[in-house]
């Protein structure tokens, strides 16, 4: 079957860094997608990755091996707007999105 | 660019009525559209995808008599809810790509439906 997994709640400091790791199983692979959602809000794009290696957007970056079958969000300088629930999402050979059940952050003072 | 309404954005209705969600691509033609439902703390739940002209493709469970979707256009989707109860108490969200691949999906900000 398919499946995505990724922790349920994870806790950090204002400044520091956190890693969220996903980790995946689809009928094949055409990418993998992380979102930030807010409470009571729709996701929001946070990164796409498709090839192997890390990509880097400002304070976040996200990496994949396609090997393993893992992906993780890092997001640096932390800030208590990061606080919200973080989805990873793979795309499989059918461009059909599974989904995780989202990792909640959150960030203390 | 690549915004996506929905409206309304919170519905309250009564036990048995009818509820029509629209889903709007403001800035760009939508070759695709995608209806979710997200229950409290749970991840999205894909519904059905939607093509302009065709009929919607459901997903497993998910009642087609019960949802109805028209793609009437490139830049708009309706969702229907149609003789709702308690149960379909939840925040719909849609979302749509443009261009041939499946790549990043632009959604909209949701809808928060209330059956009484």
């Known amino acids: ?109 | 660019g690549a915004v996506v309404s929905q409206h309304p954005s919170r519905v309250i209705c009564k036990s048995g009525t009818s509820v029509k969600i629209e889903c709007r691509s403001l800035d760009f033609q939508a070759t695709t559209m995608f209806w979710y439902r997200q229950f409290p703390k749970k991840s999205l739940m894909l519904m059905a995808t939607s093509n302009e002209g065709s009929k919607a493709t459901y997903e497993q469970g998910v009642e087609k008599d019960k949802f109805l979707i028209n793609h009437a256009s490139l830049t708009l989707s309706t969702l229907t809810v149609t003789s709702a109860h308690p149960e379909d108490s939840s925040f719909y969200i849609c979302s749509a790509t443009r261009g041939e691949l499946y790549n990043e999906q632009f959604f909209g900000p949701g809808t928060r439906l209330t059956v009484l």
């Open chain 1, 1 to 109: 079957g398919q499946n995505i997994d990724q922790p349920t709640e994870m806790t950090a400091t204002e400044g520091a860094i956190v890693q969220i790791n996903c980790t995946y199983q689809t009928s094949g692979f055409n990418g993998l997608f992380w979102y930030q959602q807010h409470a009571g809000e729709a996701p929001t794009f946070l990164s796409y990755n498709v090839l192997d290696g890390l990509e880097e957007k400002g304070r976040f970056s996200s990496f994949l091996s396609r090997s393993k079958g893992y992906s993780y969000l890092l997001l640096k300088e932390l800030q208590m707007k990061d606080s919200a629930s973080y989805l990873c999402a793979a795309l499989d050979s059918n461009y059909q999105l599974i989904w995780g059940a989202g990792t909640k952050l959150i960030i203390k003072p």
